[in-house]
Structures are given as structure tokens and as C-alpha cells.
């Protein structure tokens, strides 16, 4: 059934369309799923009680695509929107995708079907092995908060709760499961949706105001100073807030990448070969660093030995990560020793603390002497940096295969007059050394949890949240983290998702080659066997062929740099004429 125009409100008949009344209530546009029967209910509810609009069903092929669809669309858009998991198997299959949403702090609201609970209502088999008691345990150590309602009249205070729990900072996936006797049992009335806006997620939490004082004295006092942001810019108005911080202090920024964090052309962005300016350091700032020791040090990949990078720095940190810890995985990384640790809301953080700043800073001529001198020194290293790579990557034009930055950088001039949006995919670090990152969520970040079969799913969420909207979504595509979820492509072919997906295909599992390598160097064994297990090789996967199966426009495989950006510019011409998805499978280097 296609989206339909907004429906005439109806009275529902049974429980599930009191969750979907709920669902519209917060405005949710899309529901992604695998069908599955324990929750008929509420699939007969979205399209039949709600006219499959808000939610409008997005029909997947595996749960773990459902949930990572959702993760892209929620970073994308800066709102949840719902999936939907069939009882216990189809909890299991999303559990990777729930993990890496954990891992990445990203409100995604799961629901899900069981039973029925009520023992003689069960079906032989069937029903008994797809209960649990209960189900929320298998993923209760990822989750923010689950809950399994008991009756229809606690189901909205239930959704409410979910809702806020999942968007107030620190943000996560939540799993609310409902009991099939729940959705199909007749509606009796009775039942109210309050009023949703009076249970909405608390304003972001200020800092400790002598934390802050202390820390801008810091700043102000530093004489190389340094910032590294990580989950800062998953608020789009916190770019401008750094930036004016950077540009009043003269400090240099280094960007981790979860989030879209800093302009990468601005004079002070230095996150690419900042290991002389860590070193100087004095005081460093984080932001919502997620591994705030990995950035302090450099780790020996062969024997697993890490080593500070940093002086004798003081560390100021602003995180909510003490907010949301659990003891399964250790997902909140080393302990990291800092001097002034500020539990807060950075996006609130730092506007304050750059008024501190200013107002320390007063109309001292000496120090804004040794700042505009530290901006010049920064500005130039940027500058012959960025010079370096572009050089770097247009020389590999001339070179028999096609390299990771010469892809990166013929694709970037592709796509350049349009108004790009990079949903997945870096080309190994290359892309934002040559392409222009200027606005806020122009590029969405890592998968958190790092589990392979992300891209595809999280990009067609990301896509559809942009739909419409004129922006093109880029996914720059790994070849062995397509083949993890490839019905994927049916999904976007299906709902008409218009996306420019290259595929980055270097014919390996290759991040397992590379440590196969180091491992044989280290044990004096032949490298050469470090491609057995890892090599996509004999068969090749012919990624146009596969693409083209599911729906897809494609072409490939492209061998030739000179053929790059021909292919490119005619999958773009045809994203943009159809509104529909196109792939370019591209042969490259594997780094």
C-alpha cells in the first residue's frame, strides 16, 4: 500500500491502534520492519487504522537493516523514528544494529511483539519457542531502558516514557515489546493520549559555573592550546558555538569524526597529522570525546601497547558519557585522568565558555598579540597541509589502478556544486582531506559499534530522512560491509530513495588483511597468507550485477581512473533526474 494523504481521524478498535495513535501524537514518519506475526497487530493497525502515513511502513529484509535504517534517518534528521522487531529471532538479528546505535548515542525507538503471554492462548510450538520471559533481557545491557506494558492502559504512558528517555541526553536506542493479546484484544475505551508536550526531555544541563571559570582560565592562560570534539556535533548548532571559540583564542582543532564537528577548511580545523601540536599541548579541551585516552596516545598495532602522545597537558573534559555507563561491554573506554571534568551539555557548554573567555581575555594587547601569532603559524600548517593532499591526490590520476584518494577526490569534483550530504563512508580519512565540510551534519559519522553491515542500511535511512529536501546523499560504500545486509538495495529500489552509492571495493575484508600482515611481519610468517579468509576473491562479486537484481541502477566494475568520474557524473545525472537510487562499483586500492 502506498503513503496516502493524512487520514480522518478514526476510534480505535483494538489495542495496537492505541500504539499508533501514539506514534502519530509524536509525529513518527516512518516505521521500518521485517513483517513478523507477533506484531500483526500493529502492522494491520499502521496500514489499515492509520493509512500507512505517519508511520509509513518501510519494508526491509532483516532486522538488522530495519534498525540501522533508523540510526541513519535519527542522526539525519535529529528525531527517532520507529522499528519494529519480530519477538525473540527478530530481536537477535537486530541486536548488532541496536549495539552499534548504543555505541554511537543515537535515539532509535525498537518496539517489538511476544506471545501471547497468557500460556493458553499459545499456538502448539510456534508461540512457545518465540516467548520469553523476558524479552527485553537479550538487549537490556545496549539499551537506555525497556519495558514490556502489562495492560492497554499503561501502553501510553509506556510510549511517552520511551520516547523521553530515548532523546534526553545522553541519547540511546530504547525497546518497548507488546504482548500479542495486548494489540489484538478489542478496544473497551477509556484510554486517553495526553498532552505529549508536557513530557518532554529536560533542558540540556549547564556546567558547574567554578568548572566552567576554571576552565576558561585554563584556555585563556594556555599557550598551546588544543581542542578535540568527537560526539560535539550531534547538535547543529554547535559548529558556529566552536568555531567562535577556536577563532577567539586562536585554538587548534582536531575533529574525531562521530559527529560532524568543525569545518574542515577553516584555518584552525588541524585533525589530520596533529601529532607535533599534542605534543606541545599544554591544556587541551575535550568535547564529548568518546576515547579521550586513544586520543592522547598512539598504540603499537602489533603488540597492543599504547603510549601517551601528550605532555605534562591539563585536560578539561565535557561529557554526559558518566551518564550512561554499563558493565557488559566496556564501550566507556579508559579511565582517563582529567583536571577539570564537566558533566554537561557541551552544546550549552561552550557559548558560556566562550563568554568566560572573552570577558578574561579583556583588552589584554600582549596576549592578543601571542594569539593572533599562534593563529598565523596554524593557519599556514593547514593550509600547506590541505595543499599537500590535493597534490597527492590528483598525481594518482596517472597510476594503473585507481587509489583510495584519487577515488575520493574525483568524486568530490563530481558532486561539488551540489548540496552535498555525506552519509556514510570516509575513503579511509581522504574525503575530508580534500572535499569542503562547511555545514553542521554534512557528514554523519561512524557506525559507533563498529559492526559490519551498517553503510547500505544507515544511508538509505539518512536518504530518506533528506528526502525531498533537494540535498544529494553520497554513501561511499565498502564493498565487505555490503555484502553483511545487501537486500538493502531492495529497500531503497522499493521506496524510490534517491542516493549516489560508490562502492570503495578493494576486494577485502581488508582492516582483518592488514592486522593478518602486521601479525606475520611480527612472527616472521608469510604476509602473502594474510589474504586467505579475508579476500573477496574467486568469485568476484560483481556489485552492479547484484545491485541491478534488487532494483538498482548500476554500473561497474570501474578498473580505469580515468573512467571514475565519467561514471560518477552519469549515476548522478540519473539520481537526480529519477529521485532513485544509482550505484558505481568502483576497483581501488585498499587504503
Known amino acids: 500500500m502506498a503513503k496516502t494523504a493524512p487520514v480522518e481521524k478514526k476510534r480505535p478498535e483494538y489495542g495496537s491502534d492505541i500504539v499508533v495513535d501514539l506514534m502519530k501524537a509524536f509525529d513518527i514518519e516512518y516505521a521500518a520492519f521485517n513483517p ?17 502515513y505517519k508511520p509509513e511502513v518501510i519494508f526491509c529484509f532483516h532486522e538488522e537493516i530495519s534498525v540501522a535504517l533508523a540510526h541513519g534517518y535519527a542522526k539525519a534528521k535529529g528525531k527517532p523514528m520507529i522499528a519494529i522487531v519480530h519477538n525473540i529471532v527478530g530481536l537477535q538479528h537486530a541486536s548488532m544494529a541496536i549495539f552499534n546505535a548504543w555505541c554511537d548515542r543515537v535515539p532509535i525507538i525498537v518496539l517489538g511483539g511476544t506471545g501471547p503471554m497468557d500460556t493458553t492462548r499459545r499456538r502448539p510450538r510456534i508461540d512457545w519457542i518465540h516467548t520469553a520471559l523476558v524479552q527485553g533481557n537479550q538487549v537490556r545491557d545496549y539499551v537506555k531502558w ?46 486517553d493520549i495526553p498532552d505529549i508536550s508536557r513530557y518532554a526531555p529536560p533542558a540540556p544541563m549547564q556546567a558547574n559555573p567554578e568548572a566552567l571559570r576554571r576552565a576558561a582560565q585554563l584556555l585563556v592562560e594556555a599557550n598551546a592550546p588544543l581542542i578535540v570534539a568527537d560526539m560535539f556535533g ?27 564537528n568543525f569545518p ?26 568518546v576515547d579521550l585516552y586513544g586520543s592522547l596516545t598512539r598504540v603499537n598495532r602489533t603488540t597492543r601497547v599504547s603510549e601517551y602522545v601528550i605532555g605534562p597537558a591539563k585536560i578539561i573534559h565535557v561529557t554526559l558519557a558518566d551518564m550512561l555507563v554499563r558493565s557488559w561491554c566496556g564501550d566507556y573506554q579508559v579511565l582517563q585522568a582529567v583536571d577539570v571534568p564537566i558533566s554537561a551539555d557541551s552544546s550549552v557548554v561552550v557559548p558560556e565558555l566562550t563568554r568566560l573567555c572573552r570577558e578574561m581575555l579583556g583588552n589584554d594587547r600582549n596576549k592578543k598579540a601571542a594569539i593572533d601569532a599562534r593563529f598565523g603559524e596554524i593557519k599556514k600548517r593547514h593550509e600547506d597541509l590541505r595543499s599537500k593532499w590535493l597534490t597527492d591526490a590528483r598525481a594518482k590520476a596517472g597510476q594503473k589502478a585507481v587509489s583510495t584518494a584519487f577515488l575520493a577526490y574525483e568524486l568530490g569534483e563530481a558532486i561539488k556544486k551540489e548540496d552535498w550530504i555525506l552519509v556514510n563512508g570516509s575513503a579511509n580519512g581522504w574525503v575530508r582531506r580534500l572535499w ?14 563498529a559492526g559490519v553491515g551498517y553503510g547500505m542500511s544507515a544511508s538509505i535511512g539518512a536518504s530518506l530522512a533528506m528526502k525531498g529536501s ?74 552492479a550485477a547484484v545491485a541491478r537484481g534488487f532494483g538498482v541502477h548500476a554500473e561497474g566494475p ?10 560518477i557524473e552519469r549515476a548522478l545525472k540519473f539520481v537526480k533526474e529519477k529521485n532513485l537510487p544509482a550505484l558505481v562499483d568502483v576497483i581501488s586500492e585498499p587504503r
Open 36 to 52: 513478523g506475526a507477533t506484531f500483526r497487530g500493529i502492522h494491520d493497525s499502521i496500514v489499515n487504522y492509520g493509512g500507512n
Open 146 to 191: 525497556d519495558d514490556q506494558p502489562y495492560t492497554l492502559a499503561s501502553v501510553p504512558e509506556s510510549f511517552i516514557r520511551g520516547y523521553r528517555i530515548a532523546t534526553t541526553e545522553p541519547m540511546a536506542p530504547i525497546y518497548i515489546n507488546y504482548d500479542a493479546d495486548l494489540q489484538e484484544d478489542p478496544y473497551k475505551g477509556g484510554i
Open 234 to 260: 550531534r547538535n547543529p548548532a554547535a559548529m558556529a558555538s566552536l568555531v567562535g571559540l577556536a577563532e577567539l583564542l586562536a585554538i587548534p582543532v582536531i575533529d574525531k569524526g562521530n559527529r560532524m
Open 264 to 289: 574542515n577548511g577553516h584555518p584552525l580545523d588541524v585533525t589530520d597529522g596533529a601529532k607535533e601540536l599534542l605534543e606541545k599541548a599544554d591544556v587541551i579541551l575535550g568535547l564529548d570525546v
Open 436 to 449: 569542503d565540510f562547511t555545514k553542521p551534519r554534512q557528514h554523519l559519522g561512524t557506525s559507533g559499534g
Open 470 to 543: 533537494g540535498k544529494l546523499c553520497v554513501d561511499i560504500q565498502a564493498d565487505g560491509d555490503l555484502l553483511m545486509t545487501s537486500s538493502a538495495l531492495w529497500t531503497a529500489a522499493k521506496h524510490k530513495i534517491p542516493m549516489l552509492i560508490v562502492m570503495h571495493n578493494n576486494q577485502s575484508f581488508y582492516n582483518s588483511e592488514e592486522h593478518g600482515i602486521e601479525l606475520a611481519k611480527f612472527r616472521k610468517r608469510p604476509v602473502e597468507n594474510a589474504g586467505i579468509g579475508t579476500h573477496v576473491s574467486e568469485p568476484l562479486v560483481d556489485y
Open 558 to 567: 570501474i578498473e580505469k581512473p580515468s573512467d571514475v568520474r565519467p561514471a
